[in-house]
C-alpha cells in the first residue's frame, strides 16, 4: 500500500519541471518508508528501515517493523536512534528544491538583501554583506559558501556531495560538541572523537589515538566489506526464494492437474453409468415384454377352456330340462366324449409356470456390481 497511499496528495504539488520530478523520484529513499511523506522525526529501525515518527506511534502491531516485522526492541515500539542521514537529505533536498525553483532567495541574517550565497555548515542563505561578517565570524572555521547562481547549475549530486559537511566532528566531551571545538583526534580505547585539550586529560591513551579521517575511512570501509560479503549471502536468499517459488507454482500446477484428472474420470465413470442404465432399462424392458407374451398366450388357453367348461355345464342342463328321450340317446355319446375329454385336462400347478421374466436376477446382479 506504499504506492498508494503517496500519489493523490502529492500529485498537485509536484513541480511541472520534469528535472524536478525524475529527483523526487530519485530520492524517494529519504522519505518515511510507512506513509513515503516527508518528516523532520525520521527513526532508524535495527532491521534499517526508516520510519515517521508518525507512522511509528500509530504502527500496529506494536513493537515490530512494518515492513519487515522485525522486533522493535523499544518497549514503547519506538526506537531511539534517529535516521540523521535521510533527516540532513529531506533538508538539503529541499533547499536544492529552492534554489533550482528560479525565484528570487531571501537572506536568512537580515530578512531584507537577497540572498547570494548558501552556507552548507551554517544551513543559511546569506546576503553579500551578511556573507562578509559570517566570514569575518567563522574565520578560523572552514564554513564552506558557495554562490547561489552556480549552485543553481549543479545537478543534484554534486550539490548534495558538496554540502555534507565535511569538518564538522566536533568533540564528543560533554560540553564541548556546541562549542565548535573540532578535533581530528580519535581514540580507539573511549572510541570516541578528542579535541586537542580533551586530548590532553586523556593522555595516557595515546598508543590508542589516530587520525579521526582514517578511523572514518576505515569505518566506511568496513561496512563496504560487510555489504560486500553481504550480497553473496544475498544471492543465497534469493536462490531459496526462487526455489520456494517454484514449489509454489509447481503445487499450483500438480493440484490443477488433479482436479482436472478428478473431474475426467468422474465424468468417464458418470458416463459408463449412464450407458449401464440405458442397458439395464433395455433388458428390463425387454424381459417385460417377453413375461407378457408368455403369460397372454397361457391366459387365452385358460379362458377357452373355461368358455368350454361353462358351455358344456350349460348344454347339460338344458338337456335334462328340455330334452326328449330320442334327442338324449342320439346326443348323450358325443356330449359324455366331450366332457370326459375336459375331465382329462388339468390346470397349470400353482408353481409350475416359471415366473416370467424371473426375479430380474441377471439386472439384480449387474446393478449390484455397479
Ligand atoms: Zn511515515
Ligand atoms: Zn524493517
Ligand atoms: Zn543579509
Ligand atoms: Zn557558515
Ligand atoms: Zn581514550
Ligand atoms: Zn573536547
Redesign the pocket.
Known amino acids: 500500500g506504499a504506492e498508494a497511499t503517496m500519489e493523490p496528495s502529492q500529485d498537485k504539488e509536484r513541480p511541472p519541471c520534469p528535472a524536478l520530478s525524475a529527483l523526487e523520484e530519485e530520492f524517494q529513499f529519504v522519505l518515511c518508508e510507512g506513509c513515503q511523506k516527508e518528516s523532520p522525526n525520521l527513526k532508524l529501525?535495527t532491521?534499517l528501515?526508516t520510519l515517521c515518527l508518525d507512522c511509528l506511534s500509530e504502527n500496529k502491531p506494536v513493537g515490530q517493523?512494518p515492513?519487515?516485522q522485525?522486533a522493535i526492541p523499544q518497549a514503547s515500539g519506538i526506537p531511539n536512534r534517529d535516521n540523521l542521514l535521510f533527516s540532513s537529505l529531506q533538508a538539503r533536498l529541499s533547499v536544492y528544491k529552492k534554489i533550482r525553483s528560479g525565484g528570487s532567495l531571501d537572506c536568512c541574517r537580515c530578512h531584507k538583501e537577497t540572498a547570494a550565497v548558501w552556507c552548507s555548515e551554517c544551513e543559511e542563505f546569506l546576503c553579500v554583506s551578511c556573507f562578509e561578517a559570517h566570514q569575518w565570524f567563522f574565520k578560523k572555521s572552514s564554513h564552506e559558501a558557495r554562490k547561489v547562481e552556480e549552485l543553481r547549475a549543479e545537478s543534484a549530486h554534486h550539490f548534495l556531495e558538496g554540502t555534507r559537511r565535511s569538518c564538522s566532528l566536533f568533540c564528543s566531551s560533554p560540553g564541548h560538541n556546541n562549542q565548535g571545538h573540532i578535533t581530528s583526534i580519535y581514540c580507539r580505547r573511549c572510541e570516541k572523537p578528542l579535541c586537542c585539550s580533551c586530548a590532553l586529560l586523556d593522555s595516557q591513551h595515546s598508543q590508542f589515538y589516530c587520525d579521526i579521517r582514517s578511523e572514518i575511512r576505515q569505518r566506511q570501509a568496513e561496512l563496504d566489506t560487510l555489504s560486500l560479503d553481504l550480497r553473496e549471502k544475498r544471492s543465497s536468499f534469493e536462490a531459496a526464494h526462487e526455489a520456494l517459488q517454484s514449489k509454489a507454482a509447481r503445487l499450483e500446477q500438480v493440484s490443477s492437474e488433479m482436479q482436472q484428472q478428478i473431474r475426467q474420470r468422474v465424468e468417464q465413470l458418470v458416463q459408463l453409468l449412464r450407458r449401464e442404465e440405458e442397458e439395464l432399462l433395455t433388458l428390463v424392458k425387454t424381459q417385460r415384454e417377453q413375461g407378457y407374451r408368455v403369460l397372454a398366450g397361457e391366459l387365452q388357453r385358460l379362458d377357452n377352456v373355461l368358455r368350454r367348461m361353462q358351455a358344456s355345464e350349460r348344454l347339460v342342463q338344458k338337456m335334462r330340462l328340455y330334452g326328449s328321450e330320442q334327442e338324449v340317446m342320439d346326443m348323450q355319446p358325443f356330449i359324455k366324449a366331450s366332457l370326459e375329454e375336459l375331465q382329462r385336462l388339468q390346470p397349470p400347478a400353482a408353481g409350475g409356470l416359471a415366473q416370467p421374466g424371473g426375479d430380474f436376477a441377471e439386472c439384480q446382479a449387474r446393478l449390484q456390481a455397479l
Do not use: G
Open positions: 529501525l532491521c528501515h517493523c515492513v519487515c522485525t
